[in-house]
């Protein structure tokens, strides 16, 4: 990029070892950290072809890039690096309320503004950590207080789930259990069975309402969870895992939706009579 180009716009360029850097004077109007209350009075850009990627201070990397080509006058920098700032304390606090619905508490770094938080279930630990646009990713997993390598990476969407058991039992899933864990006997068990049993197969599940399901299985002598989750409708969102973790996440219609044995057979490419649900009496298919 030309330097007269980002002189031009009103800034000042200088070259790094990493390139050339572009710093912004925002004393005029300088951004806020709803923290510590402190103006961020200066803001540095790495130029990275046509656009700036800010860099410096903590709090606004990871902001969307600016384009140079869409820049008038410094003026157009400014406004476009205050509206991406403002879209990200927004999000902060949109989901940090949904957290503290869940029962989660939200925690929001003074420097990097970054919003996290931990789910704990058992011995199972993992963060939660946000991006500028508000999405969730697992940033580490930890059991007994040990790193568990390979958790970290997934991403999920925090609206998805109306209550804090849904989230735990879906991330648990998600990064599987040791096949040598011994499973607690659940307590307040409901199956499928007892409600058509007491209720009636006529009965109905309001659109609105939530709705959960998990099943054990085993396929080939190793064992196997599947969670499915009501999303909205008959729209479901489903979780395959096994001992080793996650092995297909996605969303499903239920009128597609060709059974668990089916579904499973057909994601590990294998026979459905390889696929036996666990646990007395579960169906078979």
């Known amino acids: 990029m030309d330097t007269a180009r980002l002189e031009g716009l009103g800034?000042?360029?200088?070259?790094?070892?990493?390139?050339?850097?572009?710093?912004?004077?925002?004393?005029?109007?300088?951004?806020?950290?709803?923290?510590?209350?402190?103006?961020?009075?200066?803001?540095?850009?790495?130029?990275?072809?046509?656009?700036?990627?800010p860099i410096s201070p903590a709090a606004v990397v990871g902001l969307a890039p600016i384009l140079i080509g869409a820049l008038s006058d410094v003026a157009d920098i400014e406004a476009l690096l205050s509206d991406a700032f403002n879209e990200?304390?927004?999000?902060?606090?949109?989901?940090s309320a949904e957290l503290q619905v869940l029962g989660l508490s939200?925690?929001?770094?003074?420097d990097t503004l970054e919003l996290t938080t931990d789910v704990v279930e058992g011995d199972l630990s993992v963060l939660l950590a946000a991006d500028r646009?508000?999405?969730?990713?697992?940033?580490?997993v930890q059991r007994d207080k040990v790193d568990v390598a390979g958790g970290a990476g997934h991403t999920l969407e925090l609206s998805e789930f109306r209550e804090r058991a849904a989230l735990t039992?879906?991330?648990?899933?998600?990064?599987g259990e040791p096949?040598?864990?011994?499973?607690?006997?659940?307590?307040?068990?409901?199956?499928f069975s007892d409600i058509v049993e007491k209720f009636?197969?006529?009965?109905?599940?309001?659109?609105?309402s939530s709705l959960e399901l998990l099943a054990q299985l085993q396929v080939e002598g190793r064992p196997y969870r599947f969670a499915a989750a009501r999303v909205a409708g008959r729209t479901f969102r489903g979780l395959l895992a096994g001992a080793q973790g996650k092995v297909w996440a996605g969303r499903f219609e239920l009128d597609e939706f060709p059974g668990i044995v089916r579904m499973v057979a057909s994601?590990?490419?294998?026979r459905p009579e390889a696929v036996r649900l666990v646990g007395p009496d579960a169906p078979q298919e």
Not at 88 to 95: A, D, G, P, S
Not at 179 to 191: D, E, I, W
């Open 88 to 95: 990200h304390i927004f999000h902060v606090q949109r989901r």
């Open 179 to 191: 096949a040598s864990r011994p499973q607690p006997t659940p307590t307040g068990l409901v199956r």
């Open 200 to 208: 009636g197969a006529e009965s109905l599940v309001p659109p609105r």
């Open 169 to 175: 039992g879906y991330l648990a899933a998600l990064l």
């Open 106 to 110: 939200p925690r929001v770094d003074a």
């Open 267 to 270: 994601l590990l490419k294998v």
């Open 11 to 53: 800034l000042q360029v200088r070259e790094d070892v990493a390139g050339t850097e572009a710093v912004l004077d925002l004393e005029s109007s300088p951004l806020v950290n709803p923290v510590t209350k402190a103006f961020i009075a200066e803001v540095t850009f790495q130029v990275m072809g046509d656009r700036l990627i």
């Open 133 to 140: 646009l508000g999405n969730f990713r697992i940033a580490r």
